[in-house]
């Protein structure tokens, strides 16, 4: 019998640098710390990351909190949008 695999959902977020190239991030693994020169190597970044990381926790045994955001990721990507928290809930 084939052994099930967990699925785990994680939000990146690709942040442009006025230099070019993407950082990475990744709220729920803050030791996450990669960077693309495009966004499509950014990507695969954040992919390799994500998976080395998690055979990682795994094999420690450490649990695995998918859904975590950090306190101030919405305020930080609402500052990247250029608006303030009173514009965005006039937006819901």
């Known amino acids: 019998m084939a052994k099930l695999q967990k699925i785990y959902n994680f939000t990146v977020i690709f942040e442009p640098l006025e230099e070019g190239g993407y950082d990475v991030i990744v709220p729920a693994i803050p030791e996450i710390c990669t960077f693309g020169e495009t966004i499509e190597e950014a990507k695969r970044m954040a992919k390799d990351a994500i998976k080395c990381y998690l055979e990682s926790a795994i094999k420690r045994g450490e649990p695995i909190h998918s859904k975590d955001v950090p306190k ?5 990507i609402l500052r990247q949008a250029g608006l303030t928290v009173e514009e965005f809930m006039k937006l819901l």
Request: aromatic fraction near 0%.
């Open 72 to 76: 101030g990721t919405l305020r930080r």
